[in-house]
């Protein structure tokens, strides 16, 4: 048996990861792309028109599902997944796993994930058929931008925990990019049935430390809101202002 | 409309004031009542250092001298950490004093706004920073 020398040995394991990395790192246009992956904290963000700094822009249909919402009816207080984006706007950190074809989600929220499909797929054309509380995703680069496209989101997901609802036709673009050591997320909603155009939030990821964790995070397990919740509708003075039409 | 921004307004004042931006997946209002803030304090029983979030129990004298057990709910653990505070940072058998929110099912449960220990320490609100731990 060859046994190398530890120095040889190292020179050939650095040697061959930086064969390897550009390989893994390079995206067509063969420029390098950032990784994502790590260990990230959330800007806890329960009411995104308070990131808005409005409502969003309703339609009449919007406007009275916002005006009549009974937060009691939380779909996460019956442990139903959160959404893509509500997963990232709730106080619970999550990891990133970057890999060239996939890059996947991991939320300590529900201890639920998400995959990212980066290999140039569509989504799938009876994808309606297939809602999931967590949506459909397909990624590329722009740049060093990632750029994701979700649809197929269940539509009895809120989007936050105020209470802003949307439809089965709701397409969310998720744009992430590297911001320092921090990764700034812009997140778009797109939902002809309950918003006459689309509009943005934009939050920030900032990294944990090497000795962070994911906590467990089963929701039937100490679930003792489920049963003091009251009904509780806050809305019900809202007042809708017709925006101009699309 | 705008009164009810107003309160909502002053909510989350309260709520960050008090250094505890840790209100977890469900609606507070759903839950608990702002209108009734609450004092308690007695001696904690059990810590519960889990997600979504955790409870700690105190045996409380009530006014006829019995003893009550009260639960108290809190933010995250992992916003806790982040915050300086440890499983072990409430210890069975303190004697704290705990202002909160009172349930609105009329159940033994109310939302932390504080916790102070007997000595006049801060536990499990904002930052550990400068109230060390135990």
């Not at chain 1, 990784?35 to 990131?51: A, C, E, H, K, M």
């Not at chain 1, 054309?125 to 999931?132: K, L, N, R, S, V």
């Not at chain 2, 909502?8 to 931006?21: I, N, P, S, W």
Request: with cysteine; glycine share 8%; proline share 7%.
């Amino acid at each position: 048996m060859i046994r190398l020398s530890r120095r040889a040995g190292a020179c050939a394991a650095i040697l061959s990861v930086a064969v390897l990395l550009p390989a893994v790192a390079t995206g067509q246009t063969g420029e390098p792309k950032p990784d994502l992956s790590g260990f990230w904290i959330n800007q806890y963000t329960p009411d995104l028109s308070r990131v808005l700094g409005g409502q969003p822009p309703f339609t009449a249909a919007g406007a009275e599902r916002w005006r009549t919402v009974d937060t009691a009816k939380d779909p996460t207080g019956r442990c139903w997944p959160p959404g893509p984006t509500r997963a990232f706007t709730a106080p619970f950190p999550f990891l990133l796993v970057q890999q060239p074809k996939t890059i996947a989600l991991l939320y300590e929220y529900f201890t639920i994930w998400r995959v990212i499909y980066m290999d140039g797929r569509p989504h799938p054309a009876d994808i309606a058929e297939y809602p999931d509380f967590m949506g459909h995703s397909i990624g590329r680069w722009e740049g060093a931008v990632l750029v994701v496209d979700t649809v197929g989101i269940d539509e009895r997901s809120w989007l936050d925990t105020a209470g802003h609802e949307h439809s089965d036709k709701l397409h969310v673009v998720e744009r992430f990019e590297k911001d320092g050591g921090n990764i700034k997320w812009t997140a778009t909603f797109d939902d002809p049935v309950f918003f006459t155009k689309p509009w943005s939030i934009t939050r920030t990821f900032t990294p944990g430390k090497a000795d962070d964790r994911i906590m467990p995070y089963t929701c039937t397990d100490n679930n003792k809101d489920v049963d003091q919740v009251r009904p509780n509708q806050p809305n019900l003075n809202y007042t809708f202002v017709p925006e101009a039409p699309r | 409309m705008r009164s009810t921004v107003a309160v909502v307004a002053v909510t989350f004042a309260l709520m960050f004031a008090a250094g505890d931006a840790l209100r977890a997946h469900h609606s507070f209002a759903a839950e608990y009542d702002r209108t009734k803030p609450i004092t308690l304090t007695g001696t904690v029983t059990k810590v519960e250092w889990q997600n979504p979030h955790i409870y700690f129990y105190l045996d409380i004298k009530n006014a006829d001298g019995a003893v009550e057990n009260w639960a108290i709910e809190g933010g995250a653990p992992n916003a806790l950490y982040r915050a300086g505070w440890r499983k072990d940072s409430l210890q069975a058998g303190s004697a704290v004093t705990v202002e909160g929110w009172l349930a609105k099912s009329g159940a033994k449960l109310a939302n932390m706004r504080s916790v102070v220990l007997a000595d006049g320490r801060r536990v499990l609100g904002g930052s550990s920073a400068g109230d060390q731990p135990n």
